[in-house]
């Protein structure tokens, strides 16, 4: 199978197929991680450039990583030392980026759509790395493919989406890709941070920590974000963390096996307890190792490459 699609913008315009061929070829890059030389040819005399109007740490510095296993060569653009401070647009930007020779723009930014502006604008592949609340597609394939590592497949899984859904661009794109691959999902949270919407995308709605994470099979954390919020949507923070922070104790009501996953930065304290994130069913470094190789199979694949 031939991935068809010349830019990654969206999980929701990716076919069940198609995700699994990305998840597929992540498991053959990771393999290479075993290796004492960790780089293969694949991309030699490729650009890749990290256009980041958002600040990151895991998602920009695994595309880096990524790229340069692949023999690429990686530009990280600045935009606080850019001129896009002395009032560049975002298109002049790129198309002068494109003028220097890229090959790929991994780009991130506080629009929504923007990544889809730019893919109708220029010859260069775009991988969106998080377009405001909208979506995150390569943390989106990363999350499943640690799920499938850890537990085999996704039929029958009860995946529960745990924090701030309306603001967050990763419970979207996680949720488009496990329902497609077969997993239930309950997002769950204060109903203030629920979307009444996400019930057409066929997920379960609940306001009840106990009874949201009750057959949890994984429980997938999420920070609250702030700095997206325009208004108050519950009194606070500590509030917050009395009702839906989840602790060892409340992991009790949990399946024994579940597995829990932050897709960072981790707010210790307020959503996710030390004890957790450190414990033995936190999964979350994993997902930081497997961001990877799923980068590496996106970049792979994009640029023509077939079943690996």
């Known amino acids: 199978m031939i991935f068809q699609h010349k830019h990654l913008l969206t999980l929701e ?11 597929e070829n992540a498991k053959g890059f ?12 694949t991309l030699r005399g490729k650009t890749v450039v990290n256009l980041f109007y958002e600040n990151s740490t895991r998602t920009r510095t695994s595309f880096e990583i ?33 003028a220097l020779g890229s090959d790929f723009i991994v780009m991130r930014h506080s629009c929504p759509g923007a990544p889809q502006l730019l893919a ?33 497949g996704f039929e029958g899984l009860n995946v529960v989406i745990l924090g701030d859904i309306t603001h967050s661009r ?10 497609k691959l077969g997993a239930k999902i309950t997002i769950a949270g204060p109903s ?10 066929g997920v379960r709605i609940c306001t009840d920590l106990r009874e949201a994470i009750r057959d949890a099979d994984v429980i997938n954390l999420l920070r609250i974000q702030l700095e997206r919020q325009r208004k108050n949507l519950f009194p606070s923070i500590r509030e917050y963390t009395l009702l839906y922070g989840l602790t060892e104790e409340r992991l009790k009501w949990a399946k024994k096996d579940v597995l829990i ?12 307890s030390p004890e ?6 936190s999964v979350i470094l994993r997902q930081v190792t497997n961001g990877v190789a799923v980068r590496m199979a996106v970049l792979y694949l994009l640029s023509g490459g077939e079943e690996a």
């Not at 604008?121 to 850890?150: C, W, Y």
């Not at 996953?261 to 996710?272: A, C, F």
Request: glycine fraction near 6%.
């Open 13 to 23: 315009e990716l076919s069940r197929e198609e995700i699994e061929l990305i998840l």
């Open 30 to 41: 990771k393999e290479i991680f075993t290796r004492s030389i960790k780089k293969v040819p």
């Open 66 to 98: 990524a790229a340069k296993r692949l023999s690429a060569d990686v530009i990280n653009f600045s935009v606080s030392t850019s001129s896009v401070q002395k009032g560049e647009s975002l298109l002049d930007t790129v198309h002068t980026i494109e």
């Open 120 to 152: 109708r604008r220029i010859k260069s592949a775009v991988i969106n790395a998080g377009d405001g609340p909208h979506e995150h597609p390569t943390q989106g394939l990363l999350d499943a493919f640690t799920i499938k590592e850890m537990k085999g």
């Open 170 to 179: 990763v419970a979207r794109s996680n949720i488009w890709a496990l329902t």
């Open 192 to 201: 203030t941070l629920l979307p009444k919407s996400f019930a057409r995308l």
């Open 261 to 272: 996953m932050h897709p960072g930065p981790i707010n210790r304290g307020v959503e996710i």
């Open 276 to 281: 957790v994130a450190d414990g033995k069913h």
